[in-house]
């Protein structure tokens, strides 16, 4: 990129993803794989994963290592979450915490990369247009989000049962009790269908959201003079530092809330 | 923001890490995180214990320690007693046979004075008679009355 670009297009180059269509021919850009997400995501997770286990497996009891003091500390914080706000037992909702505290927090850091740094790098190679932070692309957060919303269904067939959940979405939250609670029935389904599809909403909007905002600044302050950069650049990083953290908390606590109102009965 | 495929790629490589951590990083972690939380709990519970014993212990060694004292100190009033007694059972012993023997000297001296005195009176009487031997051979028989008669107004 030795030629000059414009804000506009800069932004513009910025905000493209490196994706393939998968079926050119069909005209659909819901064929499209952004690869740049996949890719990154699925690295992070895999490092991930990979780090965790090692760790695992080389624990001991009497001469614990700094990795694992250190996965003890994040295991133990997410722990006692899901233990305040999921009062079931599952086998399920500590691990998935887990994940999805740790594999977000690591996609929002690489907000915290210099925005050029990674595209420029793959410019190098052939690879003209790339964003770095899967958290800033709503496949990602969507994808996670659905993920739960599924899950929510299956707790809420699994611990209430086919009727126990029918009976609940028919005659709550209104006229429970009333002889006439079927004029309501309608009204009950609506009101359940809208609770239901905002959570997955909820979930990834925000923290698409927060991301792709973070990214943008990032952007529009690469596009001061870079004497000046330093300045609201590192304002910003320092800030964002809290804001992954927090966005990566938020996720998880708020999976854990929505699994624990599909496993209990209003 | 355009939702694609991606969602579905992303969908799927979530279930699978999901996945691997329920059942590959989760439970290994938190078997030993309860096995270390045990460990530390049993460490913390026998140092108190330990205390705890420690404790008593000394408790029992001051009531051993006091119990030996109040033994001792008996031990040695009975033998201060008995070495009194035992003195003085040897002094009435002693004064005892210092008089036995006093007596028994005492009997001997009496004893010898009276041989002695017999011894005395016979050669008195040896003499006496001797002497009267002698002197009745010069006398007659006038001054042998006389002399008799005083002899015997002497004796009464």
Redesign the interface.
């Known amino acids: 990129m030795s030629e000059l670009l414009t804000s506009s297009e800069y932004l513009h180059h910025h905000l493209q993803h490196w994706a393939v269509n998968v079926l050119p021919g069909s005209g659909s850009q819901f064929w499209v794989l952004n690869l740049d997400t996949l890719v990154v995501s699925f690295l992070l997770g895999f490092g991930l994963l990979f780090f965790l286990r090692r760790t695992a497996v080389a624990m001991t009891i009497d001469s614990p290592s700094k990795n694992q003091l250190f996965v003890e500390m994040v295991i133990d914080f997410v722990s006692a979450t899901v233990k305040d706000g999921y009062h079931g037992k599952s086998a399920l909702i500590a691990p998935l915490s887990l994940t999805i505290f740790a594999w977000v927090f690591l996609m929002n850091f690489m907000d915290l990369i210099p925005v050029d740094l990674i595209p420029r790098l793959l410019s190098f190679v052939g690879i003209h247009h790339f964003k770095a932070v899967p958290t800033a692309d709503p496949n990602a957060t969507f994808g996670m989000s659905f993920g739960v919303f599924l899950l929510i269904i299956f707790y809420n067939f699994k611990m209430k049962g086919g009727l126990g959940l029918g009976k609940e979405v028919l005659t709550t939250p209104f006229g429970k009790g009333s002889s006439m609670v079927w004029v309501l029935f309608p009204l009950n389904i609506g009101f359940h269908l809208m609770e239901e599809v905002v959570k997955p909403m909820s979930l990834s909007l925000r923290l698409f959201g927060n991301l792709f905002a973070g990214e943008l600044i990032f952007l529009l302050i690469a596009l001061l003079p870079w004497w000046i950069q330093w300045s609201l650049g590192g304002l910003w990083a320092i800030f964002h530092i809290l804001v992954i953290t927090i966005q990566a908390y938020i996720f998880m606590m708020l999976t854990i809330i929505y699994l624990s109102m599909a496993s209990e009965a209003h | ?11 799927i ?3 699978i ?2 996945w ?3 059942k ?3 439970p ?3 078997q ?2 309860q ?2 939380e045990d ?1 530390i709990a049993e460490g913390i519970a026998k140092g108190h214990q330990g205390e705890k014993d420690l404790l008593e212990a000394q408790g029992k060694a001051a009531v051993v320690l006091q119990e030996a004292r109040h033994d001792a100190a008996l031990l040695l009033d009975r033998a201060n007693q008995r070495a009194d007694k035992l003195l003085s059972e040897a002094k009435t012993q002693s004064q005892q046979e210092a008089q036995r023997l006093l007596n028994a000297a005492e009997d001997e001296v009496g004893q010898l004075i009276n041989v002695a005195r017999e011894t005395i009176q016979k050669e008195a009487v040896d003499l006496a008679s001797g002497m009267m031997e002698k002197l009745l051979q010069g006398l007659d028989k006038k001054q042998h009355k006389a002399l008799l008669a005083k002899a015997l107004e002497g004796e009464q």
Do not use: E, K
């Not at chain 2, 923001?1 to 969908?11: A, H, K, R, S, Y």
């Open positions: 923001m355009d939702i694609n495929l991606t969602l579905f790629g992303q969908l490589t979530f279930a890490f999901v691997f951590v329920m590959f990083v989760w290994p972690i938190a030993i995180i096995q270390r460990q």
